[in-house]
């Protein structure tokens, strides 16, 4: 577990977030694998996704503190994180592109993220102008 410190109050920061982000992308990555052997997608392949769905909850929650985790990681915990990811999904990444993967992963939940929030957080349209079709006073016909 990284130290951070607070003054003379040492803060400890563990990676468990930072799992969360990377458990949703391996759990996805599995589900694509699992869908596709049969070389085709129908509903019968729902069921691989329902595992999808739990963990990308916990990750869209946990991506913000992921940079924070990220910054207080020492060797040893990245080391470890490495062989975590690697342990979970072994016959797809390989010891060269382990960063990679990392790397990609923590992009997509970002990516996922930041299309959620911008989609459910800030699609107030109290603001907007006017749109043609929408329920607005006819200001031509009024007089």
């Known amino acids: 577990m990284a130290t951070l410190t607070g003054g003379d109050l040492p803060l400890a920061v563990n990676i468990d977030d930072t799992k969360k982000v990377l458990n949703f992308v391996i759990v996805l990555l599995k589900a694509i694998n699992q869908a596709g052997e049969d070389k085709k997608l129908d509903l019968s392949d729902l069921i691989y996704f329902f595992p999808v769905v739990l963990a990308i909850g916990p990750a869209l929650s946990s991506v913000k503190e992921v940079g924070i ?13 490495k062989a975590w990811v690697k342990e979970q999904v072994p016959q ?37 102008p006017d749109q043609p079709g929408k329920d607005t006073p006819d200001t031509e016909n009024n007089g």
């Not at 985790?69 to 994180?81: C, G, H, P, S, T």
């Open 69 to 81: 985790e990220l910054k207080a990681v020492n060797r040893e915990e990245a080391d470890a994180l």
């Open 92 to 128: 797809v990444i390989t010891d060269e592109h382990v960063n990679q993967f990392i790397t990609g992963a923590f992009a997509t939940v970002l990516d996922i993220w930041m299309l959620i929030k911008n989609f459910y957080f800030t699609n107030d349209t109290t603001d907007a």
